[in-house]
DNA sequence: TAGATTGTTAATCGATTAACAATC
DNA sequence: TAGATTGTTAATCGATTAACAATC
């Protein structure tokens, strides 16, 4: 990596591989620490984030150095150290589009406000489902219409795209025009963005598909355990 | 990769990253072949895939050659081909456990069957969802309770956890004594599993945190534009 | 001191990319 | 033939791993 554009802020480029394994170790520390455990050594928690004692280290020390030698981590402070460094703490505001059963389910979903996460909007289409109140955690949010779509995304960093895949990339030309420039999307289908925009999509069924094939290729077994 | 034990079925190993891209191109191909084109470019295909086409026409290449020089790809025969290699054209049987709003988003999407996934089976434990009967593509499924999940995952080769994250790795369990060894977990938390067992888990919070910090640690887009 | 465990090094492995010869 | 596009090569890049010196 060496695009050095602009005045670079130092901050030594961290391994996407390793960005992407960081909110797994955030969520075995949490158990942890609601556990009681204090202190962890790089085995227990690798085995317990699934990944081997010399990635988890690795992956820790491109953030710093957060663990005593011959001792181990502390578990309320590596923790704190990796949401700080996340950036976890400042909570995001997210407004999902579509409330059907997946968006019910991500309204619902707990984890999110534990992850730095905060719904501020619904939106759909259905009249039937415009009007009504979900609890997203300890909020309630009402459901609103797709034309007020450009108002709740104005107060949101992040979109989420619950639609049925025909709307899909309306919504989120519609999204991106208002300003948001993070998506997430169910919709089994490619979105094509302006530049700059971070599009992350999961599709259950290519999910399904991945998993099936890796079964039938690896008859026997090469480590196991996956995350 | 040189993990020659046994006697090897020859099938030149296809990389892990090529397998996880197929599933997008099969989707993109439905797509063209849907909207009556017949032949498409590796440029094409690719920007449509969200991936550059060199990556495209390496990762084909693997399976075998199934274009032609100077022309292109036949969308109806790229498609055939890549689904035969993934094994999609023989339906796999999958048993959702926890068939709250998470599961009936699972049970009530399109995209199971085009994908070659068939549900043969929902369990839960709440008497006011027990005996209830979901819409699953084309079947009606009876909701049993947890007490049938031996019986009814007999019957399935793939689990998805969809129950609260409590439960998860008791219900994993029992799907693993059960005969299953392919299983796709919602519950943000990680299974541990005999080997060769292959879990593949979606928690909704770690994909918004990666997303979120992605953009935060490029803000100034390096190409954007992800599948 | 002896035992344990981190943080880092260097070697290996796998994936991406650009370029182009082969060929329609 | 001229233009287009594949399939493959070789170079580059990034991620994983094992081993161990540093240090509690």
Redesign the interface.
Known sequence: MS?H??PSRARA??P?AT??R???Y???LE?LRDAGITTVSSVDLAA???VTSAKLRKDLSHLGSYGTRGVGYDVDFLHRSIADW???RQP?D?VIVGV???G???A?????A????RIVGLIDVDPDVIGRTVACGDALITVRPLADLEFIAGRA??GVIATP?ASAQAVCDRLVAAGI????SFA???L??????????????????????????TP????????
């Open positions: 695009l554009i602009a480029q961290v996407t960005i992407e960081l909110p797994a955030l969520h075995v158990h317990r984030s699934g996340l950036g976890v995001l997210v059907g059963n997946l019910h389910a991500l619902a979903y707990r984890g999110f534990g992850g730095g996460f960093q992040i895949d420039s993070l998506i997430l089994p289908r490619f094509s963005v302006a530049p700059g925009v971070e599009v992350r999509a999961i599709d259950m069924s290519v999910e399904l598909q991945i998993l099936a094939f890796r079964q039938r290729q026997l077994s090469a480590g196991a355990v996956s995350a």
